[in-house]
């Protein structure tokens, strides 16, 4: 009785955080230290700090795989399972309902002129994510000019099967120069692979049926799932995948679509990562109302699947493989190659928007308003869709 009470509490506080934690997962971590090692004391302040640490270094959406994680501490994999369903649902539910309605605009001919502001504002965002991890991450000449190609290839090579070369090229070109790390005294490594099978035997089966039945929903799922397995980074670096594979190569929503879809989803609490929601949903437009609830669905999935079973495979040893001094210097590519992979994020996602004086003020002006202000992304999000509304 007293594990089911707790459980509840700890499920009631995950709802709480999915409802009121904006600003992305740096944000996010603060939340978390407040609500689950201050206030309940689930976890040490170190094992959260450690949890997010390695959250960091997989695939997938970071905030997401450390609050589930911290639900597998708990609760074991029931109790994690329960915590990524509340923690989604929300940003999920509001997102699948953007795109049904930016679907029924689009097929109405009514204009989404109001949203020609946040469009701009949108760049701006990314723009500024791609400062932000680049300040983080790129330490080194040799991060650098990974960080540089990176950008170079991502822009020109146009084609979403170029990221995973290039994040697994510049991991592996950093792994080299391994000697440089720390030696630090190993234990031998008890891995249980049960996890790890799911997450391949998932995208192994999803790959088949979709290649075999050629059946949308089950490519959007695979699409996802794909993305989701190669994600380093969290949800900014996501945005060169998406609309790289949904808007230029498959075309499945326009660049405005994507553009206004990505500022809603800055003013919302929860994960960034539902923003595939909004994606899934206007990819199955023809397929009616219900057709696009699935696609919000099974793009959720697929997008939030393959974290959580990463996390829960590599939080049994992590222990003993973060001394592995390989592990460690792969991360300086792979952190340099997302980085300049949002950079061109950024110049792709403007030159569909008209080069004019306005344009260009309102993205230069959203970037100087997040890097010099305190002003919460929400509200700006809020003011540009108010200025569309009004002029």
Known sequence: MFKRVRYYIFLRDVLILAVSAFGGPQAHIAMLFDRMVKKRGYLS???????????????????????????????????????????????????????????????????????????????????YAALKISLKVIKTKTAVTILIFSALGSFYLNSPYAFPVILLISGAFTALKYKRQPVEEKDRIKIQWSNFLLWAGVF?????????????????????????????????????????EFVEFKQYLTSEEFLSGYAMVQSLPGPVFSFCAYIGALSMRTYGIGGQILGGLVASLGIFLPGTFLIFFVVRFWEGLKKYRIVKASLEGINAASSGMVTAAAVLMF?????????VSITIGTFALLKFTKVPAPLIILGGLAAGFIL
């Open 204 to 244: 192994l089966l999803a790959a088949a049926l979709g290649g075999i039945t050629r059946y949308l929903p089950v490519r959007l799922f695979e699409n996802f799932y794909r993305s989701g397995s190669l994600i380093f980074g969290g949800g900014q670096v996501l945005i060169p995948f998406l609309y790289t």
């Open 351 to 359: 030159l569909p928007l008209e080069p004019n004086t306005l344009n």
């Open 45 to 127: 302040e170190e094992d959260l700090i450690e949890l997010n640490a390695l959250c960091q270094i997989l695939p997938g959406p970071t905030s997401t795989q450390t609050i589930t994680a911290i639900g597998f501490k708990i609760g074991g994999p029931n109790l994690a399972y329960l915590t990524l369903l509340v923690w989604m649902i929300p940003a999920v539910l509001i997102m699948t309902t953007a795109g049904v309605i930016m679907s029924e605009l689009h097929a109405k001919n009514m204009s989404i002129e109001f949203t020609k502001f946040i469009q701009p504002m949108a760049v701006g965002f990314v723009a």
